[in-house]
């Protein structure tokens, strides 16, 4: 059990670096093509890296009521945004609003559910690991099982469109980062942190093009040498 909880805090600790590293490349990239999917991806790593830092706080011991009712509604709220930078992808103004005002009411439910619910300690040497308040579990239930539900459609129609391999993957990695983020409400911690990793590399491979830099490197090398 110990080598496990070992396990959590390096993964942790990689996954945020992985995170934050990527939630950058986010901003660049927008600031660059003016996507509107990429403003909401980008804002959804980011709460995804504080996440993260929570989880590598609460894995050294560290613990409140605030910090953990924090934890719980960023990582809803992740889902929320991840799901829509994903329905932008259709292009449907009705879509796009109807889903901000069911996001903002599903949010404002949540927020009011955890400032009434006392949440006691959940953590199991160091992980998020414990029941919830009913109150708790039917808003972040409100929140996520809708958006997870769009980030699956929305991942077969984008799919089926464009058959880019890129594009599945940053699909596929907001599905699964977001399948993390609700994986607490099951009580699956060691799933979690697996989900977490995997989402985060499937994120890599779609946004960032190794490929291209690696070019890039040996490009630059080579007017050096000459």
Known sequence: MKEFYAMVSISTAIILILSAILSLVLTVNYAGKRVPSLILWSAG???????VALELLFSFGAYSQFMIGAYLLLVAVLVELLAGGSVLLLH???????????????????????????????????????????MVDIGSAIVTAPAAVLLVLISVISYRKKK???????????????????LYIAAFPAFLYYAEFAGILLLWFGFVDLRAVLGKRCEARNKALN
């Open 45 to 51: 790593m980011y709460i995804f890296s504080i996440s």
């Open 92 to 134: 449907k103004k009705w879509l796009n609003y109807s889903y901000l005002v069911y996001g903002i009411l599903s949010t404002a439910f949540l927020v009011y559910a955890l400032a009434t619910s006392g949440i006691g300690d959940i953590l199991t040497g160091g992980v998020v690991y414990g029941a919830l308040p009913v």
């Open 164 to 182: 880019d391999s890129k594009l599945l993957s940053i699909i596929a990695g907001v599905v699964v980062v977001s399948i993390a983020g609700t």
